[in-house]
């Protein structure tokens, strides 16, 4: 009787082992394409990622880049103040895009263009994502309002 207790602890043990490799292997295999790494134009410039490679871009709207082109196509450029990225979007950008105001685009990186399938804008006047502000204040470029 007490061996057959020990061989079904032992069984229930190993069972519930394998269920949580197995449950964590579902997530990791679930999440590949959700995981989006962020990156700043000089990281990109750096080290360019493989043309397969989605992630998010993010830094400031170059003044005087914006150009619109035939359709909903519309290029531009994305800096953090050192590296400067040219950026394709095809699509309606959000009401609150604008030249030197901070955004975060995913995509992918192209033959040296940054092809964008999503465009973020800061949503107020004072708002820009926590990994731009991050990327700014290491370039020594961010000029946010203290508050």
Known sequence: MKNLKKQRRIQVIALATVALVLSTALIGYAMRDGINFFRAPTQILAEPPAPT???????????????RGQGETIRFSVTDGNG???????????????ENQGMVG???????????????????????????????????????TEG
């Open 53 to 67: 490679e989605v992630f998010r871009i993010g830094g400031l709207v170059e003044e005087g880049s914006i150009v």
């Open 84 to 98: 400067v990225v040219p950026v394709t979007y095809t699509g309606v950008l959000p009401d609150l895009f604008e």
């Open 106 to 144: 995913t995509g992918s990186y192209i033959n040296g263009v940054f092809e964008a399938s999503e465009i973020l804008a800061k949503h107020d006047e004072t708002y820009m994502p926590a990994e731009v502000v991050d990327m700014l204040k290491e370039q020594g470029v961010y000029k946010g």
